[in-house]
């Protein structure tokens, strides 16, 4: 699509990692909560521990959610974006900023399976999230078939119908119990020692996270 589109998708992406930093330091206390509770045999627990997991990434979600559409155009600003790469990057950031939770739901689960004991699972959910985009993005992208060129806002459709595929066969997985793991309606009930246990090593590593994904978008922001 142009110098133009690459653009702005990359300073949609680089700003999205940035506000998506906090998730991926849950996913981390997440996993060593669980490990913790597998390595004690309390299995109670360590499925308590991943629903208290989601439970945060869903509340976390909500205001970065919120910040990122508020503020999405103003940050874009900031990093350099103008003309045609600040509306396109504009476009692509809002997306995945709708499809935040979705997008970050894979990622994070992912080390909670990790934790359990279990990473070969998770090889799966990333092929499926991988083969959905690479199927749906060019069809909405450039126009295959039955379907309109989308152009960037395509990309952006097609990255989270990707991760929404991955996730819902993870749930499924994890509602099963085939990775060592079954979630419950009833893990998702708040529990305060968990959480504390998962924001003492989540919080540190989302700010461990946060250095690097800083300094990538101000770079991004200089080669502007």
């Given at each position: 699509l142009?110098?133009?589109?690459?653009?702005?998708?990359?300073?949609?992406?680089s700003?999205?990692?940035?506000?998506?930093?906090?998730?991926?330091?849950?996913s981390?206390?997440?996993?060593?909560?669980?490990?913790?509770?597998v390595?004690a045999?309390?299995?109670v627990?360590?499925?308590?521990?991943?629903?208290?997991?989601?439970?945060?990434?869903?509340?976390?979600?909500?205001?970065i959610?919120?910040?990122?559409?508020?503020?999405?155009q103003?940050?874009?600003?900031?990093?350099?974006?103008?003309?045609e790469?600040?509306?396109?990057?504009?476009?692509?950031?809002?997306m995945m900023?709708?499809?935040?939770?979705?997008?970050?739901?894979?990622?994070?689960l992912?080390?909670v399976?990790?934790?359990?004991?279990?990473p070969?699972?998770?090889v799966?959910?990333?092929?499926?999230?991988?083969?959905?985009?690479?199927?749906?993005?060019?069809?909405?992208?450039l126009?295959?078939?039955?379907?309109?060129?989308?152009?960037?806002y395509?990309?952006g459709?097609?990255?989270?119908?990707?991760?929404?595929a991955?996730?819902?066969?993870?749930?499924?997985?994890?509602?099963?119990?085939?990775a060592?793991?079954?979630?419950?309606i009833?893990d998702l009930r708040?529990?305060?020692?968990?959480?504390?246990?998962?924001?003492?090593?989540?919080?540190?590593s989302?700010?461990?996270?946060?250095s690097?994904n800083?300094?990538?978008a101000l770079?991004?922001?200089?080669?502007a």
């Amino acid at each position: 699509l142009g110098g133009e589109a690459l653009a702005a998708v990359a300073m949609g992406t680089s700003l999205y990692i940035v506000l998506s930093s906090p998730m991926r330091g849950i996913s981390r206390g997440g996993m060593a909560a669980v490990a913790r509770y597998v390595g004690a045999n309390d299995d109670v627990r360590a499925n308590r521990a991943a629903g208290q997991t989601l439970l945060l990434l869903l509340l976390a979600s909500l205001p970065i959610t919120l910040l990122g559409l508020v503020l999405g155009q103003t940050l874009l600003h900031w990093m350099g974006a103008r003309g045609e790469v600040a509306e396109g990057a504009l476009i692509y950031f809002r997306m995945m900023m709708w499809g935040l939770m979705a997008m970050e739901l894979i990622p994070c689960l992912d080390n909670v399976i990790r934790g359990a004991g279990h990473p070969e699972v998770t090889v799966r959910f990333n092929l499926i999230a991988v083969a959905v985009t690479a199927i749906v993005e060019p069809a909405l992208v450039l126009g295959w078939g039955p379907f309109i060129p989308l152009g960037v806002y395509g990309a952006g459709w097609a990255s989270i119908a990707g991760s929404v595929a991955g996730a819902v066969d993870q749930l499924g997985v994890l509602h099963t119990g085939s990775a060592g793991l079954r979630l419950h309606i009833s893990d998702l009930r708040p529990d305060r020692g968990i959480i504390s246990s998962i924001l003492r090593i989540g919080l540190p590593s989302s700010l461990q996270r946060l250095s690097p994904n800083l300094a990538s978008a101000l770079l991004m922001a200089l080669v502007a």
